[in-house]
């Protein structure tokens, strides 16, 4: 059974950090492209950041970048999202995302996991 499981999410005033962790079950971890998406109410889901395989390389919406940071450590199966210097426009409902390197229509989502940025 698939199993993308978040955790980490909560509320945290502005310019604090939280990290994020996705912890993976059910599937080849090292084989899918990881990410972390987030939906705001009303929204569609946007992609926050993503890493390949190897962790070799990441990439970032320009509304993050330099905030945070996407790590993966395949022997564990989990992928992180370390969030500093939070904004109130990050609230959102967090979701990791598996997406398989050669296949892309197989993919997994997580459940969410609620982030509010507020004094």
């Known amino acids: 059974q698939v199993q993308l499981v978040e955790s980490g999410g909560g509320l945290v005033q502005p310019g604090g950090s939280l990290r994020l962790s996705c912890a993976a079950s059910?599937?080849?971890?090292?084989?899918?492209?990881m990410s972390w998406y987030r939906q705001l109410p009303g929204k569609e889901r946007e992609l926050v950041a993503r890493?390949?395989?190897?962790?070799?390389?990441?990439n970032y919406a320009d509304s993050v970048k330099g905030r945070f940071t996407i790590s993966r450590e395949n022997a564990n199966n989990t992928v992180q999202l370390f969030m500093n210097s939070l904004k109130p426009e990050d609230t959102a409902v967090y979701y990791c995302h598996a997406e398989h390197s050669l296949q892309p229509l197989v993919s997994y989502w997580g459940q969410g996991t609620q982030v509010t940025v507020s004094s």
């Open positions: 059910g599937f080849t971890f090292s084989w899918y492209v």
């Open positions: 890493i390949t395989r190897t962790g070799e390389y990441t």
